[in-house]
């Protein structure tokens, strides 16, 4: 069990993160002239434009924040909802709740192939008795009768479930 006092300071770290990011996000929406996005607006985006090239600042904010956003997600969601959300197919992330692609299909779909895998691999009773300071991939993988790349692949998805695993 990880301490509470690192807990919040995960959260504390994510939530500097999230703000420092959208503050660069919106200065650089602003020095291109850019209206904020919103989901009430139903006219394309000026950045959802294909032909559009993003300031470097522009991109790696962006990134930041759905990275950071999934980790929020991972953190704050109970992992039993969000594991029944991407088996049903519904969509859990936050940019794209509502706006369903072949993408996040794929995403979806991929995620509960790899939590199916995983399951059924036992992998987290062995994590659980590896303790806090989790597994490698290498010994997982000998353990469980999987290829250490194959389960690495299947384990980036339900990663989030565990905190103790190492790569």
Same mark, same amino acid.
């Given at each position: 069990? *990880?301490?509470?006092?690192?807990?919040?300071?995960?959260?504390? @770290?994510?939530?500097?993160?999230?703000? *420092?990011?959208?503050?660069?996000?919106?200065?650089? #929406?602003?020095?291109?002239?850019?209206?904020? /996005? %919103? #989901?009430?607006?139903?006219?394309?985006?000026?950045? $959802?434009?294909?032909?559009?090239?993003?300031?470097?600042?522009?991109?790696?904010?962006?990134?930041?924040?759905?990275?950071?956003?999934?980790?929020?997600?991972?953190?704050?969601?109970?992992?039993?909802?969000?594991?029944?959300?991407?088996?049903? %197919?519904?969509?859990?992330?936050?940019?794209?709740? %509502?706006? %369903?692609? $072949?993408?996040?299909?794929?995403?979806?779909?991929?995620?509960?192939?790899?939590?199916?895998?995983?399951?059924?691999?036992?992998?987290?009773?062995?994590?659980?008795? @590896?303790?806090?300071?989790?597994?490698?991939?290498?010994?997982?993988?000998?353990?469980?009768?999987?290829?250490?790349?194959? #389960?690495?692949?299947?384990?980036?998805? /339900?990663?989030?479930?565990?905190?103790?695993?190492?790569?």
């Amino acid at each position: 069990m *990880t301490d509470p006092s690192t807990r919040r300071s995960e959260l504390s @770290a994510l939530r500097e993160l999230i703000n *420092t990011s959208l503050d660069i996000y919106q200065a650089e #929406l602003d020095k291109e002239g850019f209206p904020e /996005p %919103g #989901l009430k607006d139903p006219t394309p985006h000026p950045t $959802d434009d294909p032909t559009f090239l993003p300031s470097r600042e522009l991109f790696e904010s962006r990134q930041r924040l759905v990275g950071a956003l999934g980790m929020m997600l991972s953190i704050i969601q109970f992992p039993g909802e969000r594991a029944m959300m991407l088996s049903l %197919g519904v969509c859990v992330e936050l940019f794209s709740c %509502g706006y %369903g692609t $072949d993408i996040e299909t794929f995403y979806q779909h991929h995620a509960s192939s790899s939590l199916s895998v995983v399951v059924k691999a036992d992998v987290a009773r062995i994590l659980v008795e @590896a303790g806090p300071k989790g597994m490698p991939v290498d010994e997982l993988g000998k353990r469980v009768g999987v290829h250490p790349l194959k #389960l690495s692949e299947h384990l980036r998805s /339900p990663m989030t479930y565990s905190h103790s695993l190492k790569r």
